[in-house]
């Protein structure tokens, strides 16, 4: 019998009371060291009282007005959105996959304004992930989220990942743009190099095309600048934020150039709860904290030790870990064993992690964890690691007693 909840959610029979910083506690006291951060969502931890006193401030003056008023919320977190990044304007969304569809329909309508409605393509990497929507699993362009579904919408042309002759062969007469993410979270935190964002970035100014970046899982701070394509010096045309700009609040964010978003004229898009008053407060909390100046640095200086750890972690059990890799606070641990197996054996460690695709693990702490946490996240790592060595150590003498 179907469960009253869709059952869509391969789930883990794990349920929390409460979270304090970096910890989820179950209803029996139960405590988690929580790695996965609601994937990437939690960037400053649970119940954080910053945020709890900007969303129950807000709460009792007014929670929705809808957007045939002013907002004056909105007005003022996107203009320190504009003061702190490349853009000049700013959709506010409810999610990532909507901040994607409102990148995608501008980068449509950019080229239709400037007379090249011909002009609609996306190209994207193998391995992307953008949302669940129609046409975000289009954008996407994995198999497993389109089947079933019908067509897949048209216009979202993909070449292997890291491939930028194949990239720049696929560039025509109907492409718009180029759709990336930085480093792709749950393509299994695969980095696209620095050198390689600037020459995508050359190679759409060449070609007159849109650069779209997803920085839905990489923005606000997780990389150790407060979006990703800072480390590589480029600046995009248009980009969309979620993730972790509500703290855990849903709010998302499409930003770009005042070029980009010159089709997008009154009546182009809307939402009835993007941009919502107490989604609002809850974010430009969550920028006062990003933007704090002692903030970057510290998730830069946690990264570092952390991935020595993890390097030195990987080199004990090679069985288990074949490498790091990552930036900031966003790190993968690409597995010997299936991912699934190590994400299990640290929740028994009472640590929590999140698979991604090409088995890899994905730790994604909380950005203002402090040093103490590492240790303890250590702690956890290299008793979860031994306990799946040894058993890997039995099943080869095992194998070898049978033969
Ligand atoms: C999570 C994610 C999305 C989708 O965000 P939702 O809020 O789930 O719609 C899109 N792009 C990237 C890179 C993501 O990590």
Not at 240 to 264: D, N, Q, S, Y
Not at 290 to 303: I, K
Not at 380 to 395: H, M, V
Request: aromatic share 6%.
């Amino acid at each position: 019998m179907i469960t009253p909840v869709l059952p869509t959610y391969a789930r883990a029979d794990l349920e929390f009371e409460r979270g304090e910083g970096p910890w989820l506690l179950t209803a029996k006291g139960e405590r988690y060291l929580d790695f996965g951060a609601g994937i990437a969502v939690n960037a400053f931890g649970h119940a954080h009282p910053r945020l709890v006193a900007a969303l129950t401030e807000q709460a009792q003056k007014v929670w929705h007005t809808s957007n045939i008023y002013r907002i004056p919320g909105q007005e003022r977190l996107a203009r320190r959105l504009v003061d702190a990044t490349f853009a000049d304007t700013v959709f506010f969304t409810n999610s990532g996959a909507e901040a994607l569809e409102c990148a995608i329909k501008m980068a449509r309508k950019y080229h239709a304004a400037g007379g090249a409605p011909e002009r609609y393509e996306l190209i994207t990497m193998e391995g992307a992930f953008h949302g669940r929507t129609l046409a975000t699993i289009a954008a996407g362009g994995q198999a497993k989220y389109l089947e079933g579904f019908g067509p897949a919408m048209p216009g979202f042309p993909q070449v292997p990942f890291g491939d930028l002759k194949a990239l720049q062969a696929a560039i025509g007469p109907a492409t718009a743009g180029i759709l990336i993410e930085p480093i792709q979270g749950e393509g299994g935190i695969r980095v696209i190099p620095n050198e390689d964002l600037r020459r995508i970035r050359q190679m759409c100014d060449e070609a007159g095309i849109l650069l779209v970046l997803d920085e839905v899982q990489t923005g606000i701070g997780r990389t150790g600048k407060l979006f990703a394509h800072e480390l590589a010096g480029i600046t995009p045309d248009i980009m969309g934020v979620a993730k972790a700009l509500g703290g855990g609040f849903p709010v998302g964010a499409c930003l770009a150039t005042e070029a980009a978003a010159r089709g997008m004229v009154a009546g182009t898009h809307g939402s009835t709860f993007g941009g919502n008053p107490l989604a609002m407060a809850v974010a430009s909390a969550v920028m006062d904290l990003a933007l704090d100046e002692t903030f970057l640095p510290h998730v830069n200086m946690l990264g570092l030790k952390l991935r020595q750890k993890l390097a030195m972690l990987a080199d004990q059990y090679p069985r288990v870990i074949e490498s790091v890799r990552g930036e900031g606070l966003m790190l993968g641990l690409k597995c010997r064993v299936p991912n699934t197996d190590l994400v299990a054996a640290l929740r028994e460690e009472k640590m929590l992690t999140v698979g991604a695709g090409d088995n890899v693990v994905r730790l994604l702490p909380p950005l203002n964890i402090g040093e103490a946490h590492l240790d303890e996240a250590m702690e956890k790592l290299g008793r979860a690691c031994a306990k799946i060595d040894t058993g890997l150590g039995n099943e080869a003498a095992a194998a070898g007693a049978k033969s």
